[in-house]
């Protein structure tokens, strides 16, 4: 035979035998392994204790006594107004003196005791030596005053003593009350030389007119 011709049929054998059997040639086919199978154990539940039902006392009930509550009392004034008002006696008429147990207010009209208590008091125009002034703060013009554009002035006499200090201050005539505190407040930080009388000092009753202007006070 042609040797050609043997080994084209050896060839066509060899692929038929392949086609039949894939895994000729490759040796041995690859063993599959089964997956593991899953083994459920199941475990025993401890028995479930029984519900202990609670057992509720019943509470017994306590006999409430009767108890009475404590009277109220009324509030009732025991003391009427009148206990507090001591009645006004009326003067006497002319000619009757007042009764020994009436009570009698005196009354003192402004200045009264101006001066009083200080001895080797001189008016200032009989002097040998007048007081000189060495300070004199002008006073404060009150808010009010100066808001409503009111002016005014106040004449107040006061007392120097032999230190030159102002030791007593009264009013004795204003245009309006509300400039006579700050007046007066004004003189008694006056300082002064005192006034001589016999070459000596002496306490000086004096006087000044202290002016409220509207202009001074801007």
């Known amino acids: 035979m042609n040797k ?29 392994i089964a997956p593991p ?30 108890q009475l509550a404590p009277p109220s009392l009324v509030d009732i004034p025991s003391v009427t107004v009148t206990q507090f008002t001591q009645p006004l006696q009326p003067p006497p008429p002319p000619g009757m003196t007042p009764s020994q147990g009436a009570i009698t ?11 009083k ?16 002034a060495r300070v004199q703060p002008g006073p404060q013009y009150p808010y009010e005053m100066s808001r409503a554009g009111i002016s005014g002035e106040v004449a107040v006499e006061f007392i120097i ?41 002496v306490n000086v009753r004096a006087a000044q007119l202290i002016e409220f202007n509207l202009e001074d006070s801007k």
């Open 4 to 32: 050609d011709l043997i080994i084209g049929l050896v060839v066509s054998l060899a692929i038929h035998v392949l086609a039949l059997n894939p895994f000729a040639g490759k040796g041995k086919p690859p063993v599959r």
């Open 117 to 132: 208590g200080i001895k080797d008091l001189f008016d200032i125009n009989n002097l040998d030596q007048r007081p000189v």
């Open 161 to 201: 003593n032999t230190n030159g200090d102002v030791v007593d201050t009264r009013v004795v005539r204003s245009t309006h009350r509300e400039f006579e505190i700050p007046a007066m407040q004004a003189v008694q930080k006056w300082k002064f030389k005192p006034g001589r009388k016999g070459g000596r000092p």
């Open 37 to 66: 199978k899953e083994v459920l154990i199941q475990m025993e539940m401890p028995p479930l204790e029984e519900d202990k039902e609670d057992k509720v006392e019943e509470l017994q009930e306590e006999q409430v006594q009767n």
């Open 105 to 115: 207010i005196p009354v003192t009209p402004p200045g009264a005791s101006f001066g």
